[in-house]
């Protein structure tokens, strides 16, 4: 099974949270290490799915 790879944004980059992720070998990645701080949340899900970190259900 492969490691979950997550991208938080704004909304959900709280320090404690992105901590706990980490400290269980979760790797993470935030908005602002992607230097995406106040952008659109299609300009956050193109950078998700650029890094491999979602993937689309839709059709």
Same mark, same amino acid.
């Given at each position: 099974? #492969?490691?979950?790879? !997550?991208?938080? $944004? &704004? $909304? ?6 992105? /901590? ?6 979760? =790797?993470?990645? %935030?908005?602002? &290490?992607?230097?995406?701080? =106040?952008? &659109? $949340?299609? $300009?956050?899900?193109? %950078?998700?799915?650029? #890094?491999?970190?979602?993937? #689309? /259900? !839709?059709?």
């Amino acid at each position: 099974m #492969s490691q979950a790879r !997550l991208y938080l $944004d &704004e $909304d959900a980059m709280r320090r404690s949270l992105v /901590f706990g992720l980490r400290s269980r070998h979760v =790797n993470v990645l %935030t908005a602002s &290490e992607a230097r995406m701080i =106040n952008r &659109e $949340d299609q $300009d956050h899900l193109a %950078t998700a799915s650029a #890094s491999g970190r979602v993937r #689309s /259900f !839709l059709k």
